[in-house]
Every structure is written in C-alpha cells, then in structure tokens.
C-alpha cells in the first residue's frame, strides 16, 4: 500500500476538544488492509488501535474514521504524543507502509498567582512573583505597572530610567534593586502560550520614605526617660529608701527577763530593801 506522501505531520490541538489524525492509503490492491496504531510516549510503544479495536488509555473516547484514520475524543496533555499509522497489505508489491503523526495538545494557561509586596521603603529591594502550572507548552510571563508593559530591564526603555527592575519571562520573577517613588502603582502579570493567555488581579504596591527625623525623635525620647528612672533610683538609694534592717543595724527590742529571774524590782524597790536591811542590823 501507499499512504499519503507526508510521513510526518505535526498538529498542535487545544486541550478537551476533539482530533482526527489522518492515515489515507492511497493505492493498494488489498482489498480489506490490517490497520494498527500505535502510540510512542517517553520512549515506551503501546498499541491505540488493534485487532479491530480501540486500546489502552483512549478506550471509550477514540474510534477509527474510514477504516484508517484515527479521531480521539477530549484529547488531553497526556495525548501529547507520536501515533504511528501502520499499514499491511499481503497482495501489494509493498506489504507495510506507515505514516507517523506528531500530536501536541495546548492548554490555555489559568489565571497565575501573584504575589506583590504592600509596602517597601525607598531604597530596599522587592520581588515579585507570578507562577502558573496548567498551561502548555509552558507559558511566558509578562507584568504590568499601571497597564503599561514592562521590559525585561528597566534600562532598556528611557521611559524607566527613574525605576531599576530584572523582569524573567521564563520565571515570571520581578525583581527590584532599589525601589523608588516613582515605582508605586498598581501591578498585576500575564501567563500566555499558544493556546492563550491569562492574567491575575491587580495589587498595589507602594513605595514610602523613611522618616528619618521620627525615628531620632524616638530614640532620643527612650534615651531620656531612661536617663530619668535611672536618676530616680540613684535618689532612692541616697535617701535611704532601699535599704534594710541589717544595713540600718538592729531594730528595737524589749528587754525580756534574765535567765532564772521571774520578777525586776525597780529603783525603789532596791532602796526600800537596803533601808530594812540596815534596822534589822542596828
């Protein structure tokens, strides 16, 4: 048999719709030829269609079009693949011919999660992000400032003198040196390949000064009220505020009662005993 003189044909299809790969024999002399396909994936072969029927992972979404040609139903990116047509005819000159077809199958990209930071000073640095995983082939990322297109590099385009920015499209990775004033606004980055493009919401970012004079005037203010506890307590401990019994020396106590003495006579007591004592003597 012949079969349609392109042995190599490339079809870039969107994703979830359906494909018809075409295998057309154009001359043959058999009149009913054994067709087959077979599916060529990461270097491993399986069958598609054999034995008058469908195989493999394309069971209940594929069938065969005009006893040859292949039509698959809600392709997806694992249909992204090389399909091998081959042909067998016993009563042709030629018994075998094959075509192989190169499917590729596109996915519009979703919409991307960025990531933009609130706030930066001036004069610090900032990233931005942007990742997308469902599209393909792998998308290519844009960002925008304000709606205006970024370049890859701030000093490509005179327009962005003022801003100092690297933008990586294979990344989706925005990254500032040094941000300024004029960097402020309203950003939001693109995923696009073949297939489309999606886009993800904007976000503002805004560049601010540093108050320099506030952040003295704060020091200075915690610098004084320490200067000021730490006088006061130098005070304290002049004053004698801080400190206790055993620096002061003892504190007060009653005289309690000699050891084996129940009873102190006072001052007259003691005299009145010595004048008794005297008569008894005379």
Not at 83 to 106: F, G, P, S, W
Request: aromatic share 8%; charged share 25%.
């Amino acid at each position: 048999p012949n079969i349609a003189p392109q042995t190599l044909r490339v079809l870039f299809f969107l994703f979830s719709l359906g494909v018809e790969l075409s295998c057309i024999i154009t001359d043959s002399q058999t009149n009913d030829p054994r067709i087959e396909w077979k599916k060529i994936q990461d270097e491993q072969t399986s069958y598609v269609f054999f034995d008058n029927k469908i195989q493999g992972d394309l069971t209940g979404r594929a069938e065969l079009l005009g006893k040859t040609s292949l039509k698959i139903w809600n392709v997806t990116r694992t249909d992204s693949a090389l399909y091998r047509c081959e042909v067998v005819a016993r009563n042709d000159r030629k018994e075998i011919d094959e075509i192989v077809i190169e499917l590729t199958v596109q996915v519009k990209p979703v919409p991307p999660a960025c990531r933009v930071p609130r706030a930066v000073p001036v004069g610090k640095a900032a990233t931005l992000s942007c990742q997308e995983g469902e599209g393909y082939p792998r998308p290519h990322y844009s960002w925008y400032r304000n709606d205006v297109p970024l370049p890859t590099d701030s000093r490509a385009n005179p327009r962005f003198r003022n801003s100092s920015f690297l933008l990586n499209p294979e990344t989706g990775t925005l990254v500032f040196n040094a941000v300024h004033k004029e960097d402020s606004g309203q950003y939001y980055c693109i995923a696009s390949n073949d297939a489309g493009s999606a886009r993800c919401e904007e976000q503002d970012m805004e560049v601010y000064d540093l108050n320099i004079s506030g952040i003295i005037g704060g020091v200075l203010v915690v610098l004084t009220v320490l200067v000021l506890i730490t006088a006061g307590i130098c005070c304290a401990y002049r004053r004698g505020y801080f400190i206790n019994n055993k620096q002061n020396g003892e504190s007060y106590k009653n005289p309690g009662k000699p050891d084996g003495v129940n009873y102190i006579r006072t001052d007259e007591e003691v005299r009145s005993r010595v004048r008794s004592d005297l008569t008894k003597d005379t």
